[in-house]
Nanobody
Framework: QVQLAESGGGLVQAGGSLRLSCAAS????????TGWFRQAPGKEREFVGG????????DYADSVKGRFTVSRDNAKNTVYLQMNSLKPEDTAIFYC??????????????????WGQGTQVTVSS
């Protein structure tokens, strides 16, 4: 059983930056791929970025490419999402998720078995 806890969300002005953290416990975190997703009010949960267990493969949604960076520190059982040049349309609850069935991440939320509780990110214009 893997427990995930996101932190680092908050209110920021457009153009600003935030770094989200996802701390894992209860499992062999370095064996698992991790994804970041977000869900805005009235919208479906969408893929933001993902990282394989060894950090050899990283990819992003087109909407955040060039602005967001996913990284991980397996020694600390933590995955990060650095968000720069934030826009009002980035406002959402951000979730991290772990996929235990593969060493590679997926863009599909249904492929992930464990989820954090989410952290709110609000970008004001």
């Amino acid at each position: 059983q893997v427990q995930l806890a996101e932190s680092g969300g908050g209110l920021v002005q457009a153009g600003g930056s935030l770094r989200l953290s996802c701390a894992a416990s209860g499992g062999a975190f370095n064996r698992y791929a991790t994804g970041w997703f977000r869900q805005a009010p009235g919208k479906e949960r969408e893929f933001v970025g993902g990282i394989s267990r060894s950090s050899s493969t990283i990819d992003y949604a087109d909407s955040v490419k060039g602005r967001f960076t996913v990284s991980r520190d397996n020694a600390k059982n933590t995955v990060y999402l650095q968000m720069n040049s934030l826009k009002p349309e980035d406002t959402a609850i951000f979730y991290c998720a772990v996929r235990t069935s593969s060493v590679f991440f997926s863009r599909s939320a249904s492929e992930y078995e464990y989820w954090g509780q989410g952290t709110q990110v609000t970008v004001s214009s």
